[in-house]
């Protein structure tokens, strides 16, 4: 058996009967829908035609909001139901992101995530789900999509239709009959500063001039997804990377010219710790119920780089202590050891989100090659403008390595940013990513560290304050266009409609 929807597009009227029965059945909260209806208005008057596109989720058989959610809360069942245990739920809102269909919400009161689940209560039950029975011209048709003797399969069968996103291939169970192509594919029509009987809760995206919308086509009324990931996630990025780099600069120490002593033993250690706690802490404070933030450790799902991270930064912490604890002991030799055993480790806490952001299908700004490379040249640049503020040896070459670093992580992003541009179906997430949250300020601001660093080198010399005081402008100046980029690269990836 596997549940499915057919949308016979040919019957919609678009009298929302199904949205608002969605909403009475499953009190769904005021501004969040589970199914809704998708107004696009094409042609010129006076030869125009209104089209209407019923919306929800797909219950894919490939569904990636199951592969990410870190505690098993969202699960396949039997019967090809994508259902979702609110129970269970942590609310870290990963399956929001992976979601290419924007069928997934917060409950912001409940701290949960919530979708369409076929209405299993009344489905376990050999009833139909309540917008199936509430439609007055049968446009949704439900039933058992695998049995060839089903209205539902005949339909399959004998009808053209389409589907939704299949490049995504989350293999979705709904399909469409008589749609209209350019409704199922977000962002091809124009979209107005207001929906009709409605305020917008957010501006249109802008749209770069080598991606126009087509004549005589617009969105008249749509629901907009709230960015799921704020602030907590792009500072995330941030702190995790300072913490690496100090770990990542821990074991070359001797090897670049640092002086030995106190400093040298410890700060590297100090610093990874302190903003690993951070890290954790942002992580703990973004989830809708953070009381339930142990689930990821105890009843985790082992597909999830939500919960293969958490171990990741687990161990990477627990390696930090072992060596600021063997050093306080006076076992420098291996504290020395530890730090070498930690190096792998410390580049794995920088790259791992990666492979998590690869996770999230519905963001194709997101989903990159070499994202793995460019967090770690990230990661080493946080080390080099660590490294150059510590006592030194005379004649290292610290300030060099920074130098280079920001020279290479610079065009590490304008190389990021050229990639979207050549890719087409990118063009929207590129003109967003450049004008309206000004990446470019980052990429400007890592240039300028790294000038800010080659003139400490010409104009102070040896351990003056004005030398250090130069050095220490050039690493704050760098701190500042990471953040200035990773809060543009977050917020952009979500400014993108998926419905």
């Known amino acids: 058996m596997g549940y499915g929807f057919v949308i016979d597009q040919r019957r919609c009227i678009g009298c929302h009967a199904c949205t608002v029965a969605c909403k009475s059945e499953n009190e769904v909260p005021l501004g969040d829908f589970r199914t809704w209806v998708k107004y696009t208005d094409k042609g010129t008057f006076p030869e125009v035609r209104r089209h209407f596109t019923i919306l929800r989720c797909n219950h894919c058989d490939a569904a990636p909001c199951v592969e990410i959610c870190p505690v098993t809360a969202l699960s396949k069942r039997p019967d090809a139901i994508v259902d979702l245990n609110r129970d269970q739920c942590i609310g870290c809102k990963g399956c929001m992101q992976a979601c290419p269909y924007d069928a997934i919400y917060l409950n912001e009161d409940k701290g949960v995530a919530e979708k369409c689940h076929y209405c299993a ?45 299949l490049e995504k291939e989350t293999k979705p169970r709904v399909w469409y009959i008589d749609a209209l192509e350019e409704s199922l594919e977000p962002g091809k029509a124009l979209e107005p500063e ?22 005589g086509l617009v969105t008249t009324l749509n629901v907009q997804a709230k960015p799921a990931w704020g602030w907590h996630v792009w500072v995330y990025l941030v702190t995790k990377n300072i913490s690496a780099g100090a770990m990542i600069l821990a074991p070359l120490a001797a090897m670049i010219g640092l002086s030995p002593g106190g400093v040298r033993d410890y700060l590297p250690e100090a610093l990874g710790l302190f903003f690993l706690v951070v890290t954790n802490v942002l992580l703990v404070h973004d989830l809708g119920r953070p009381e339930r933030f142990w689930k990821i450790m105890l009843q985790p799902n082992t597909k999830s780089w939500l919960v293969k991270g958490a171990w990741v930064l687990s161990a990477f912490g627990g390696l930090i202590t072992l060596s600021l604890l063997l050093r306080w002991l006076g076992h420098d030799s291996q504290a020395d050891l530890v730090r070498w055993i930690n190096l ?39 080390a080099a403008g660590i490294g150059m503020l510590m006592p030194q040896k005379a004649g290292n070459l610290n300030a060099e390595i920074f130098v280079g670093l920001a020279i290479l992580a610079g065009l590490g992003m304008v190389f990021e940013r050229r990639r979207l541009t050549a890719e087409g179906s990118k063009a929207q997430a590129h003109a967003i990513l450049r004008a309206s949250f000004r990446a470019q300020y980052g990429i400007n ?55």
Not at 194 to 215: G, T, V
């Open 445 to 499: 601001l890592i240039f300028a560290a790294a000038g800010v660093a080659q003139a400490a080198m010409f104009f102070t010399a040896g351990e003056t304050a004005g030398r250090f005081m130069t050095l220490m402008a050039a690493a704050l100046i760098a701190s500042a266009a990471l953040f200035c980029y990773e809060r543009a690269w977050i917020r952009a990836g979500q400014a993108v409609p998926n419905s």
């Open 121 to 165: 209560h009344r489905t376990e039950l050999g009833l139909a789900p309540a917008c199936v029975v509430v439609c007055p011209e049968q446009a949704i048709i439900a039933g058992d999509a695998d049995n060839p003797d089903t209205e539902i399969a005949q339909l399959i069968r004998d009808e053209e239709t389409s589907q939704r996103k």
């Open 344 to 382: 792998p480790v410390a580049v794995m806490a920088s790259g791992y989100s990666a492979w998590l952001f690869a996770q999230c299908k519905g963001r194709d700004l997101w989903i990159e090659p070499g994202l793995f490379w460019q967090l770690i040249l990230r990661a080493a640049l946080c």
């Open 194 to 215: 207001s929906w009709l009987w409605a305020e917008r809760s957010a501006p249109p995206p802008p749209r770069p001039a080598d991606f126009p919308a087509p004549d």
